[in-house]
């Protein structure tokens, strides 16, 4: 989105938040347009977003469906500390997250986190408190395994939903 020349221009005009929230929507669209246009080359994809709502689980469940192998990627912070890092990203890159989206996100992924893990040929939940980002849990051959129980905890199941994993799918 924020590469589409009409944002830049809006944001540069209103604001981040009133660009953000006039072409989230289209520039969401276009994506997932892009994507039915791999599908339907039958390409590998890459799908690099925050998957924490119903209709994006819905949309990956639907190309696994046909055949695709799903490798889910996890990064797991606080969010108190990914709203304070969507607020200096802003400053340095004007890339505007609102903080009830990351509030609202945070709680979605980790209700559909069981969902992705079925679907999932291998996930990896990673720490992304620091650089160096360790792996807390990891699912491979069937087998959900909990590899840092302290960070699991804290950054995966806590907080405003309470999500019970069992250790084996």
Known sequence: MENMPEFKEQAKKDGYTPAFNSWNASASKLGNEQIQLQIIAKREIIYDRTCAQQKLFDLIKSIVEKGYRLVFYMLCINVEKAISR???????M????????????DIE???????????????????NTDKERKII???????????????YYTLVVEND?????KSRL
């Open 109 to 127: 992924l980790k209700r559909l986190l069981p969902h992705y893990l079925s679907i999932s040929s291998e996930a990896y939940l990673l720490d």
């Open 94 to 105: 004007g890339r505007h997250i609102p903080e009830e989206i990351s509030r609202e996100f």
């Open 86 to 92: 969507a607020k200096s990203r802003e400053l340095v």
């Open 161 to 165: 939903n309470q999500i019970k994993l």
């Open 137 to 151: 849990a990891q699912l491979s051959n069937g087998v959900f395994e909990i590899h840092n129980q302290e960070k």
